[in-house]
């Protein structure tokens, strides 16, 4: 598994790239991709392990904006000496030079290019692949016969029918973007280990949990949430959290650091059994079968305490009569005529405990029944 993936929108930097790659003292896999090939590239280094991306112009710009590609992306810089060959070899088609570059590259240094090469240079930003034809047809009514730019520059000109010339990086800009990776896939590990170490701790909550960004797109899912939407998470991520809370019933909760929004965690509330309110528990101590002398001292002190005003805590196995005696000591108490609430709290998530307990007032939460609910407690006090 390499750590750094560097994605060559064209095939010369393919070739520079493998051989400065080869004096690395960490691994670096090496292969072609522009723009949307770039970014597919870059999903499935991420998927592999790879802890830093090294790319160039609108292909690492794409990257960066990716919302499922969260590996650190290094962006190849566009160094004078890059500048300077590619104007030099574009003077012999005119004397105005269209610049195509993308934003995330460095800004030229058009005087000092003019000047050396006696031509005019038109600095021609832009931000996706799309704005490329545009700017070269203005360009184009302000003179400028030739363009040099990247791959997406080169092809829009070309399909116009000017001339372009490629701005290839220099072992220079490559070595720099290949140097800040290395010192970059080091923290990236120890991020990636501490963030691992989350994912597992999030997997061994009982609650579905889904965690939003700060533009409410969903970045983790834990096992418990795939197991309630039935998914293996992958559908899930990028899903706006705000449609998963409408889908499913839910408590929404957000986060914030120093005043600034981070994001959001949506807890899917399981389906709770309702409880189970009776005018009168219908169980009575002479419903209780057996002859043996500890049944016998069971019931005998269970009538004792059902006299009195004090909690009674019943402890048993699964099977052995809880219910039975709870409900016989109900009806052997003076509140006999009074409620009797039963209900089952291993089946009570912890994140809506509170709520079923004490009750909420309508639109509490996500989910929330519109018109409150009473809480167990005071239905049990009647």
Excluded: W
Excluded at 178 to 204: C, F, G, I, P, W
């Amino acid at each position: 598994m390499p750590d750094i993936a560097v994605i060559a929108p064209y095939a010369g930097m393919v070739e520079l790239a493998r051989e400065l790659a080869a004096g690395c003292d960490t691994s670096v896999s090496v292969s072609e991709g522009n723009l949307g090939a770039g970014i597919d590239m870059a999903r499935e280094a991420q998927r592999s392990g790879v802890r830093v991306v090294v790319s160039r112009g609108g292909t690492a710009l794409l990257i960066c904006g990716a919302a499922d590609v969260a590996v650190p992306v290094v962006s190849i810089p566009l160094l004078p000496p890059d500048f300077a060959k590619a104007v030099h070899r574009a003077t012999q088609f005119g004397r105005v030079v269209g610049i195509i570059r993308f934003v995330n590259t460095l800004t030229p240094n058009t005087s000092m290019l003019s000047h050396t090469f006696g031509v005019r240079i038109l600095d021609l930003p832009i931000k996706t692949e799309g704005e490329a034809l545009d700017r070269i047809r203005e360009a184009y009514g302000d003179g400028a016969r030739v363009f040099a730019g990247g791959v997406a520059c080169v092809t829009a000109a070309r399909a116009l029918g000017y001339p372009g010339v490629l701005i290839e990086s220099s072992a220079d800009s490559l070595s720099i973007a290949l140097s800040e990776a290395m010192s970059l896939a080091v923290k990236t590990a120890r991020l990636q280990r501490r963030v691992q170490l989350l994912r597992d701790a999030l997997d061994l909550v009982g609650d579905a949990v889904i965690v939003a960004d700060a533009e409410g797109r969903a970045v983790e899912v834990n096992r418990a949430a795939k197991r309630a939407t039935g998914t293996d998470g992958s559908t899930v991520l990028g899903q706006s959290i705000g449609d998963l809370a409408e889908r499913h019933a839910s408590m929404r909760h957000s986060l914030s650091a120093d005043g600034q929004r981070l994001g959001s965690v949506l807890i899917l509330t399981k389906t709770v059994p309702p409880a189970r309110p009776v005018a009168g528990a219908t169980s009575t101590f002479d419903d209780i079968v057996g002859s043996s002398r500890h049944l016998r001292e069971c019931v005998r002190v269970a009538s004792r305490y059902a006299r009195s005003d004090f909690d009674v805590l019943i402890a048993g196995e699964t099977g052995t009569g809880k219910e039975l005696f709870a409900q016989s000591i109900h009806n052997s108490s003076p509140r006999r005529n009074g409620p009797f609430v039963m209900v089952n709290c291993a089946a009570l998530p912890e994140s809506l405990l509170e709520s079923e307990l004490f009750g909420y007032a309508g639109g509490s939460f996500t989910g929330a029944n519109k018109a409150g609910r009473v809480g167990l407690f005071v239905q049990a006090q009647g």
